[in-house]
């Protein structure tokens, strides 16, 4: 369910974002299944969904030099929603350009006393009800194409850390959720405070819990083996633990797990 597309250890100076007009293309019958989507899923009771602004991406390369350059475009939630959400499979019947597309971003969060936290989603969520999963979000306008400042921005709004209490924000990879059909950037991030203190702020509303796993090889190999870990969860720990632990590792790691 998970395809690792580049590896990398950018830091916010290794990244360039270009901005342009999207790419995404209409077809009738794709933007009617949107609008069913999205009339039934605000339909249900007790459902919140806003069609807020996104980011799409429109490509990405890795230059001769090691640089990551992304090309973005704005989008919104709805056709998110109707196509990667709901019908990843429009993908194969119309092409990749029909789909929304937004920009994921996924941290791999490292604690002041060594564990890195997940969180533990709960029943009301619109995908991976129920998984373990990064504290995620996905790049928006606001954001000014800053992927960086975006994960600080998530991580605060997911576990109101302060941007002083999140630090060495670094790009760890870009893989594909398949299942989504979505392309997620991968980060690894580290917080000034301990497991404790970080776990008594995660926000209720889209999480019911965390899963710690101590950041050490054997334990981060075992935690990956969890059936409960969505693709972008297995994707964060393996890129983090390639950077900590060494290519044998994440090689060995990386073909046990079939990724």
Request: hydrophobic share 40%; glycine share 10%.
């Amino acid at each position: 369910m998970l395809t690792l597309h580049q590896t990398g250890d950018w830091a916010p100076g290794d990244v360039d974002v270009e901005w342009g007009p999207s790419s995404r293309r209409t077809v009738p019958e794709v933007e009617a299944l949107i609008d069913a989507a999205w009339r039934r899923a605000t339909a249900r009771p007790g459902a919140y969904l806003f069609d807020g602004p996104m980011c799409r991406l429109e490509k990405w390369e890795v230059s001769p030099g090691g640089r990551l350059r992304v090309a973005l475009s704005e989008t919104t939630y709805k056709p998110f929603f109707g196509t990667n959400m709901s019908h990843p499979e429009l993908a194969d019947a119309f092409g990749p350009e029909v789909m929304g597309n937004p920009v994921g971003l996924s941290p791999a969060l490292e604690t002041a006393d060594g564990y890195l936290l997940l969180g533990r989603r709960n029943a009301s969520v619109a995908y991976y009800p129920g998984r373990v999963h990064p504290f995620a979000g996905a790049l928006e306008p606001r954001d000014g194409g800053d992927l960086f400042r975006a994960i600080v921005r998530e991580l605060g709004e997911e576990l109101f850390l302060t941007p002083a209490e999140v630090t060495d924000v670094r790009c760890t990879g870009i893989v594909e959720d398949r299942a989504l059909r979505q392309t997620e950037f991968i980060f690894r991030a580290r917080t000034s405070l301990p497991r404790g203190a970080v776990e008594r702020r995660v926000d209720a509303t889209e999480h019911g819990g965390t899963r710690a796993v101590r950041a050490t090889p054997d334990d981060v190999a075992r935690a990956m083996i969890d059936p409960a870990l969505t693709p972008v969860a297995v994707a964060s720990l393996v890129l983090w633990g390639r950077l900590r632990f060494g290519d044998e590792w994440y090689e060995t790691v990386r073909l046990r797990k079939g990724v």
